[in-house]
Each structure stands twice: as structure tokens, then as C-alpha cells.
């Protein structure tokens, strides 16, 4: 697989871009991107349904709707569990999944197909993303941009945008949720302007970022199950522009999916690494 074209690989990796660089939107009323310390207050354990958007090749459009669900367990900021995914014709892949919450997103990927009716000529894909967690009403949300990568090589297919609803939210005191909500959180000043490249990686990825401010900084690296691989970075920086280099060396993840968590004084950021086989 790796005398793939150089130039269809930088076509797919345009396209993996495209998708992750797009904004998710989510409705306005009612709902809120929480922060961390609310994220804190919830057990993203149980059931959670709604749906899954494909997109065309091009990005343009959303060529088909899937049923999804997701059954979670959480262990402090770790998460298992089975995704099952869903079309219309009934053909349908239960998958098991790894995730981590790192300040208030939801980092997960697929890993195995446990069961599976495939379409004709069709595979199903590996979906991973980082999710919002969000609140609409009284009910909690996971949205976000899904990116979606082959068995085994982690080439990129179409990717797409997920939507899902916890089933029961009994276990959920809102008003602690409301007063997390209240708390003032530290700022750095302007959003860390951060990006990874390229995306997916081969052997290596460029981490850059740029601070508004001087600051604290931690670059940590983990695999998508929660196992500190790396911390690249862990001190004082002026304001400025710097640049990374993450090279995945003998830890070779399965998976193939990496998460880098950046702490900014007291804010924290994160952002995905897909590895291609």
C-alpha cells in the first residue's frame, strides 16, 4: 500500500483537512459547548443514539443519513465501548471503540468490526473525532466532525458529521451544571492558534502553534486510549511562533490515532493524529 501515488495522497489528505477544518454547527437554542468544568460533572456512561451525516467526496453535499449509536463506559477520563452504525437498507457494523476526555471534548476512534452486514461493493469504514459535549435543554449531545479512515492502512474515506443524544440523563444534576457554567475560566487572551501537518501522517507530523501571550506550555501526546506516549514540550514560552515534530517511532498504535493535548497556563487544547500504515 505504500507505493501509493504521492499526488493521490496529497489529495486525500486535502480532503481529510477540508473536513476537519470545516465548523460543526450546532443549533443555537438552548445550547451550550460546555467547558471543562461542567464536562467534569458528566458520566458519558449509557446509550447514546441519533445520527451519522456522510459527505460526498467533493465535501459539498451530505449524500447519505446512518442510524448511530454509541454505549459508553467511562473510567475517570478514559472510555470503551461499541459504536453501531446503521443505513437504510438495514446493513449495519457494530464496532468497538477507545476514547479520552481531555478538557471538554471527546476524543474516540473505532478499532475493530465485532459483527457486520457489508453493502456490495462497499467497506465500512473506521470513525473516529473530537466531539463537543454539549447541552441542549435537558438533554446532553456529543456533535462534531467524524472523520472516517479504511481498515488496516487508515486512508481516509469521506468522513462526515455526528450528532448523538444521551438516552438517560437522570444521573445529571443540571443545576451543577449551570453553576459550573457560572465559574469564570482562565484565559490566555486570543484562542492558541494551532495545527498539525500533514494529517493523516505517515512517519511524522509537524505540531505548530502560535501564542498571543507569554505562557506555560505542555505538549503532551497521547494514544487514543489514554497512554501518555510523548510530551514533547513542558515549560516557559514567550509569545510567538513554534513548531514540533511528532515522530511515532516504535509506539505503532493499532488504531492508528493519536491525540495531542496542549496546556496553556491553565487553558487546555487538543487536536487529532491519524497515522497511515
Known amino acids: 500500500m505504500r507505493s501509493l501515488s504521492f499526488s493521490l495522497f496529497l489529495l486525500l489528505v486535502a480532503a481529510v483537512n477540508m473536513v476537519s477544518a470545516q465548523a460543526v454547527q450546532v443549533p443555537t437554542t438552548n445550547t451550550q459547548i460546555m467547558n471543562a468544568r461542567q464536562v467534569a460533572q458528566i458520566d458519558l456512561s449509557g446509550k447514546w443514539t441519533g445520527h451519522r451525516n456522510q459527505y460526498s467526496w467533493d465535501r459539498k453535499t451530505f449524500i447519505e443519513s446512518f442510524q448511530y449509536e454509541f454505549n459508553l463506559k467511562q473510567e475517570g477520563n478514559i472510555v470503551t465501548g461499541t459504536s453501531t452504525i446503521i443505513n437504510a437498507n438495514g446493513d449495519y457494523a457494530d464496532m468497538k471503540l477507545e476514547g479520552i476526555i481531555i478538557g471538554n471534548k471527546f476524543h474516540f476512534a473505532e478499532e475493530e468490526i465485532e459483527s457486520a452486514i457489508r453493502p456490495t461493493g462497499r467497506v465500512w469504514c473506521f470513525k473516529s473525532g473530537e466531539l463537543n459535549i454539549v447541552r441542549d435543554g435537558d438533554n446532553i449531545k456529543l456533535v462534531g466532525a467524524t472523520p472516517s479512515y479504511m481498515e488496516v492502512t487508515n486512508y481516509p474515506c469521506s468522513g462526515g458529521v455526528t450528532d448523538l443524544v444521551k438516552n438517560d440523563v437522570s444521573d445529571i444534576d443540571f443545576s451543577l451544571l449551570d453553576k459550573a457554567a457560572s465559574v469564570p475560566t482562565a484565559t490566555t487572551g486570543p484562542?492558541?492558534?494551532?495545527?498539525?501537518?500533514?494529517?493523516?501522517?505517515?512517519?511524522?507530523?509537524?505540531?505548530?502553534?502560535?501564542?498571543?501571550?507569554?505562557?506555560?506550555?505542555?505538549?503532551?501526546?497521547?494514544?487514543?486510549?489514554?497512554?501518555?506516549?510523548?510530551?514533547?514540550?513542558n515549560g516557559n514560552e514567550k509569545s510567538g511562533s513554534y513548531n514540533l515534530n511528532f515522530s511515532s517511532g516504535s509506539n505503532k498504535l493499532m488504531s492508528g490515532v493519536y491525540v495531542v493535548k496542549f496546556t496553556v497556563n491553565d487553558q487546555v487544547y487538543s487536536r487529532q493524529l491519524v497515522q497511515m500504515q
Not at 215 to 224: H, L, N, P, W
Open 191 to 233: 484562542d492558541v492558534n494551532i495545527n498539525v501537518f500533514p494529517n493523516p501522517f505517515v512517519q511524522s507530523a509537524n505540531i505548530t502553534y502560535t501564542l498571543p501571550t507569554d505562557a506555560k506550555v505542555q505538549v503532551e501526546v497521547f494514544d487514543i486510549s489514554g497512554r501518555l506516549i510523548n510530551t514533547l514540550f
